[in-house]
């Protein structure tokens, strides 16, 4: 909880920021650029971030296929 508060925190408005991890889980799904790191308070070391820039073409076969029923545009 404290590090999403930290990047919500961090991001300019009307950005998605995204830590180390979450860009691991997310590639493939969700197109991101790498930000410099960003120093907070309570972290030892500053965090690498990551901006989200938009949704890949695997993420649209995925909704299609696993949600057909969505119908909502990416």
């Known amino acids: 909880?404290?590090?999403?508060?930290?990047l919500?925190?961090?991001a300019r408005p009307g950005t998605t920021l995204a830590s180390k991890s979450c860009r691991e889980l997310a590639s493939g799904y969700v197109s991101m650029r790498a930000l410099p790191p960003v120093h907070s308070n309570g972290f030892s070391e500053d965090m690498p971030v990551h901006e989200v820039i938009g949704?890949?073409?695997?993420?649209?076969i995925w909704?299609?296929?696993?949600?057909p029923s969505c119908t909502t545009r990416l």
């Open 1 to 6: 909880v404290h590090l999403a508060s930290r």
């Open 8 to 10: 919500q925190s961090a």
């Open 55 to 60: 949704v890949t073409n695997l993420s649209h």
């Open 63 to 67: 909704v299609r296929l696993y949600l």
